[in-house]
């Protein structure tokens, strides 16, 4: 009977159901698991699912019988590939699970940054509104989004996602290639100085390497435009948050939507909890993936991931 364990299930969430795996062996489950506790949990284990924990020579130990690793998101930062590689080790992730919420979130925190929703929810349940004279209150000026521009960085699945609505809402759409893709088919393709002079709305989807590492520094926050709103749902390392919080002080951008940071959970020193503003700043935890049904869709197809290596052996 196979052993599959999983190593950091509360990043799955308790509402998902994992019965199916237990048709395919003896499955243990765990929370989380703390680096000291990996090499111990998964020693009998024919196969890991892991989300975050990192998968190396030292958490993993000798584990005798592991034959897979599956990663229940995208991004595979957490493997080493060589070591895996090296024990003959197998390994899958999941994409494209998560695209319709990210780009769902994408522009709540859009939507939430442009039409000031914060300030005017303040104002009615502050008692201004009740105490006001008028049947309305627009000090806080905003703008229609289909007189914007909305710059991309990073046109994959979830970037084209992104780009296709904003176009359905009458954006003049623009993108930025860090990676030096040829240009696709129906988008319009511009270096990264014209992106940030000319958007009205930047927002990253791309992944994190190289290329996009501390790609969001000073000087690219003082090329955008000082009405400019920022987003970020890519890797929080693209940005550099230091200088992100100055731009947003010194009034470089009007103001920022973030989903991930660079480290996770926020620290204490992170210089963007200064931040009280919710019209200036929204930040929320890493979870514009994490739908119900994205979760659901995840656990899906890593099911049918476990299930075809474990028929096929390959």
């Not at 914060?118 to 105490?131: F, L, W």
């Not at 927002?203 to 955008?224: G, R």
């Not at 049918?304 to 096929?312: A, G």
Request: glycine share 8%; proline share 3%.
């Amino acid at each position: 009977m196979m052993n599959i364990v999983f190593v950091d299930a509360d990043t799955i969430g308790s509402d998902i159901d994992l019965s199916g795996f237990s048709e395919l062996g003896d499955v243990t489950v765990y929370g989380s698991t703390r680096e000291s506790e990996m090499p111990e949990r998964i020693r009998e284990a024919d196969v890991i699912i892991v989300n975050k924990t990192e998968v190396n020579a030292r958490t993993v130990g000798e584990a005798p019988r592991l034959k897979l690793v599956c990663v229940s998101a995208t991004g595979t930062n957490n493997l080493d590939m060589e070591f895996l590689g090296r024990r003959g080790i197998a390994w899958r992730n999941v994409a494209g699970y998560s695209t319709e919420n990210v780009a769902q979130h994408t522009f709540a925190l859009m939507f939430a940054l442009l039409e000031k929703l914060s300030y005017y929810d303040d104002y009615v349940k502050s008692g201004k509104y009740t105490a006001g004279e008028s049947f309305t209150h627009f000090s806080n000026v905003f703008h229609e989004l289909q007189s914007l521009t909305w710059g991309i960085i990073g046109l994959g699945a979830i970037g084209r996602r992104v780009a296709d609505i904003a176009g359905m809402f009458g954006c003049h759409v623009i993108y930025y290639s860090a990676s030096g893709s040829p240009r696709q088919k129906g988008y319009e393709q511009v270096d990264l100085d014209t992106l940030l002079e000319t958007s009205d709305i930047v927002s990253v989807h791309a992944p994190l390497n190289e290329s996009t590492q501390d790609l969001m520094n000073a000087e690219a926050f003082h090329k955008m435009k000082n009405s400019a709103i920022f987003i970020n749902v890519g890797r929080g390392p693209i940005v550099v948050e230091e200088d992100l919080a100055d731009a947003l002080e010194r009034g470089e951008i009007a103001a920022a939507g973030l989903d991930v940071l660079r480290t996770e959970p926020m620290t204490e020193d992170n210089p963007l909890r200064r931040f009280r503003d919710s019209t200036k700043l929204l930040i929320t935890p890493h979870i514009a993936w994490a739908s119900a049904e994205a979760r659901a869709r995840l656990m899906a197809i890593l099911l049918e991931q476990v299930r075809d290596f474990l028929s096929t052996g390959a």
